[in-house]
C-alpha cells in the first residue's frame, strides 16, 4: 500500500435539525496538482481528535485505480452438424 498523500483541507462536522453537514476547504493549488483528467479523487476521513480550529475530518488522495482488463471474447471452435438439429 502507497504513502497516503494528504490534501490540505478545514473539514468540520455541523449538526443541523436537518442532520449532519459537512464544512470543506481546499487550496484550488492543491486540488489542481493532483488532478487526472479534470477530476480529482479525495477520501475524507474522521480525525482521531478534533483540531485546535475545530477540523473533525482530514482529507487525503485516493489513488485508487481500477486494473485494465480487456473484454473477454468467445470463441466457439464447435460447428453445428446440420443433422443434430432437433426439428
Not at 31 to 36: A, D, E, N, T
Amino acid at each position: 500500500m502507497s504513502e497516503k498523500n494528504y490534501v490540505a483541507s478545514s473539514i468540520k462536522k455541523i449538526t443541523t435539525k436537518y442532520g449532519d453537514l459537512f464544512n470543506a476547504s481546499f487550496k484550488v493549488d492543491d486540488l489542481q496538482k493532483i488532478s487526472k483528467k479534470g477530476w480529482v479523487n479525495i477520501t475524507i476521513a474522521q480525525r482521531k481528535e478534533v483540531s485546535e480550529k475545530g477540523a473533525t475530518h482530514y482529507a487525503y488522495e485516493n489513488a485508487y485505480e481500477p486494473k485494465t482488463t480487456t473484454p473477454n471474447t468467445v470463441t466457439s471452435n464447435a460447428s453445428i452438424d446440420e443433422d443434430d438439429l432437433p426439428f
